[in-house]
């Protein structure tokens, strides 16, 4: 198979349509069969219920070419599931998971010669959404919907080396206590977009989300779950029903217990506590860790000793492991790897 010509180690993380994409139709209270398309655009009408109403959601993972050549998938079947439990919120009309697995392996093997080279460092991001498409403005649920599965080629996260993030304490809420933040709805992103460029004209690189019933807890940034390690090499996870479930996070903290025999704690962690960790990362599919070097909550700076220079040790030990698991370089526990080719 010959590849792209892409200079992969220089990729961003951006949107490059590839040759195929996953389209699947939802009407008359059943969805089609599927099929690969070349056409990259969405007809939809003025009176969308997505347009609407924002009746749409998503999801994230990676295929990538593994040392010994194989391109496999890191836990599709967490996603699958993910996406059912997010639609069901959303009153809509979840895709077969089984069905949903198969489409990711179609149009990764149809687009093979956009799944970067091993050592390259790039990846193909594979981005599965499902939204309400006939015409609705009485606020009521589509009765038909669009499944799409595109891919895009994305370069390494830590380019030029590795910078850890200094994130603030916002003072903007991500979730409401039983609201959506649990699931993968694109309206979580439209709401944060206003506090994440904020964030950004103050020099912070993202958000630290408390909860919001009584702004004392915390929970996560806008678009990754947090991880902290104890003085005495504990990792710990907030605890919340209105947080994410992160894939990546979920991993980490089978890698920490399983792999590198470290104990592990998810509970409520209180703002309070937060100059007690040793170190501190952020974790989600595109990055698997990013190091965070400094919180700011108004003012009061609080630095890991890990510093902004370096992952600390802890998070290096479950980055390496982690991504050696999905590389193929570190046995995977059983069914964490999906083999593509
Ligand atoms: C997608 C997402 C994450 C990361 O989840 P992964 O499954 O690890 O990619 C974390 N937080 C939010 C709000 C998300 O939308």
């Given at each position: 198979m010959t590849k792209e010509n892409i200079n992969w180690s220089e990729l961003g993380f951006g949107y490059i349509p590839t040759d195929w994409r996953w389209v699947s139709n939802f009407k008359d209270g059943a969805w089609d069969e599927g099929m690969l398309s070349r056409d990259p655009n969405v007809l939809l009408n003025e009176c969308?219920?997505?347009?609407?109403?924002?009746?749409?959601?998503?999801e994230g993972l990676k295929?990538?070419?593994?040392?010994?050549?194989?391109?496999?998938?890191?836990?599709?079947?967490?996603?699958?599931?993910?996406?059912s439990e997010t639609a069901c919120r959303l009153e809509m009309p979840p895709?077969?998971?089984?069905?949903?697995?198969?489409?990711?392996?179609e149009v990764v093997l149809a687009n093979e010669s956009w799944v970067p080279p091993y050592g390259s460092g790039a990846t193909l991001y594979i981005r599965p959404n499902l939204y309400g498409i006939n015409s609705v403005i009485g606020v009521k649920p589509a009765t038909e919907y669009h499944f799409r599965i595109f891919v895009t080629p994305v370069g390494p996260y830590f380019k030029g080396g590795i910078r850890p993030l200094t994130l603030r304490i916002s003072d903007?809420?991500?979730a409401a206590p039983r609201g959506t933040g649990h699931i993968k709805a694109g309206l979580n992103y439209a709401m944060s977009l206003h506090a994440i460029v904020d964030a950004h004209n103050?020099?912070?690189?993202?958000?630290?989300?408390?909860?919001?019933a009584t702004r004392t807890y915390l929970e996560e940034t806008?678009?990754?779950?947090?991880?902290?390690?104890?003085?005495?090499?504990?990792?710990?996870?907030?605890?919340?029903?209105?947080?994410?479930?992160?894939?990546?996070?979920?991993?980490?903290?089978?890698?920490?217990?399983?792999?590198?025999g470290l104990g592990t704690e998810e509970r409520e962690i209180p703002l309070s506590e937060l100059g007690e960790f040793s170190e501190c990362g952020l974790c989600g599919t595109a990055a698997v860790i990013s190091p965070v070097g400094k919180i700011v909550d108004h003012g009061k700076e609080i630095c890991f000793p890990s510093g902004m220079n370096e992952m600390g040790p802890v998070t290096r030990r479950l980055y390496d492991t982690l991504?050696?698991?999905?590389?193929?370089?570190?046995?995977a526990p059983k069914g964490w790897i999906t083999v593509i080719k």
């Open positions: 969308a219920c997505v347009i609407q109403y924002a009746q749409t959601c998503f295929a990538y070419t593994t040392e010994d050549g194989h391109i496999v998938c890191f836990r599709p079947d967490l996603n699958a599931q993910r996406m895709y077969p998971e089984d069905k949903f697995v198969e489409a990711v392996r903007f809420d991500r103050q020099g912070f690189d993202e958000n630290v989300y408390l909860d919001s806008g678009g990754a779950n947090l991880l902290f390690v104890t003085k005495d090499n504990k990792v710990v996870t907030p605890k919340s029903n209105t947080i994410l479930k992160s894939i990546t996070r979920r991993s980490l903290m089978v890698v920490a217990s399983e792999y590198l991504t050696g698991i999905q590389m193929g370089r570190i046995p």
